[in-house]
């Protein structure tokens, strides 16, 4: 078979052909008389062969390898193909998400392109500073895709950049809310937090919306940090937790507060203040007596009047002393 015809049958190109020839990868096994190369049946086979290890990603001299050395052992060449592929694919998947992020920009002229690929840099800076910059510019200077934004937040570990990183999510609405919801579901117990401390600084009815079903959900840092927010916001539905977080001792003053603020409105003062009550009978730890007692020195009412005239006389004398003492303070206002 001539060049023409096995280049015809393989889909290989003559000039290809005399490049595999000039490596040694395959050599025609004759010429005719007027010096032209013939193939035979296993010629052919060997450029098939030839390219399907190529598709693989084989190097030529790979190729080479595998058809000619008895010792050749593929297990490791195939591992180390799939290590480059999937480095290969990671490089892609990230250029493509980041084309994305300057498609999703709406530039107008390449100078746009240039100042958000330089934000969209910025804010995987190793510089904090850089990071923290680029969060501030990011509202005036020059739109950065809210999905960055996202990213970078979930991800800041510093505490400062952080928060500015938050505060420029809550300048875009609820654009960033759907991928904050999905950081609340993150394996990882760090992005969680960080995700429901974003949305807790966000202020529109669907982020509120959001920290209720933070507010459900398995983990307690979640759920705490959305009863915070939620309480300040007058959402009854936190009062529960808030008062878990007093008993438990964890930012059991700023849950006291939150408590306290939303005791404001008539219509919860009483509930809150026997929910407290009732917290108080079921615990029996004196630490924790102690805490839910004091709590409640702000809430307004006859049923926290009663139960602090109770705890006056109770048995753990520290608890008794806190109840006195704030009845004095009540009866004196």
Request: proline share 4%; with cysteine.
């Amino acid at each position: 078979m001539l060049i023409g015809d096995v280049a015809r049958r393989s889909g290989v190109s003559a000039r290809m052909l005399r490049h595999y020839e000039s490596l040694g990868l395959v050599e025609p096994t004759q010429r005719t008389p007027t010096g032209y190369r013939e193939y035979s049946g296993a010629d052919v086979q060997r450029i098939f062969h030839i390219e399907s290890l190529r598709s693989l990603g084989l190097s030529l001299r790979e190729v080479g390898r595998a058809l000619d050395d008895p010792g050749f052992r593929p297990s490791e060449l195939v591992a180390d193909l799939i290590r480059q592929t999937q480095e290969r694919i990671a490089r892609e998947t990230e250029l493509l998400r980041h084309l994305r992020r300057i498609e999703a920009a709406e530039p107008a002229a390449w100078e746009n392109v240039l100042q958000t690929v330089s934000l969209l840099q910025a804010l995987t800076s190793e510089s904090a500073g850089q990071r923290q910059r680029a969060a501030l510019s990011s509202v005036d200077e020059a739109p950065v895709p809210v999905e960055a934004l996202v990213d970078a937040v979930l991800d800041e570990t510093d505490t400062n950049v952080a928060g500015a990183l938050r505060w420029a999510l809550a300048q875009t609405g609820d654009a960033g809310l759907a991928l904050l919801a999905e950081g609340l579901g993150s394996p990882e117990a760090e992005v969680r937090k960080r995700a429901v401390q974003v949305i807790a600084e966000m202020s529109t009815p669907a982020a509120t919306a959001l920290l209720r079903d933070a507010l459900a959900g398995s983990d307690p840092m979640v759920r705490r940090c959305a009863a915070q927010a939620l309480g300040a916001r007058g959402v009854a539905e936190a009062v529960p937790t808030l008062i878990g977080m007093i008993a438990d001792g964890v930012n059991d003053v700023d849950a006291a507060d939150t408590l306290g603020a939303l005791a404001q409105d008539p219509t919860l003062a009483e509930t809150i203040a026997a929910s407290l009550v009732d917290r108080l009978a079921d615990d029996t730890t004196h630490l924790a007596r102690r805490r839910l007692a004091q709590a409640l020195a702000d809430m307004p009412g006859t049923t926290a009047t009663r139960a602090l005239t109770r705890l006056s006389d109770d048995e753990d004398r520290a608890v008794a002393l806190t109840a006195a003492y704030i009845l004095k303070l009540r009866n004196a206002h």
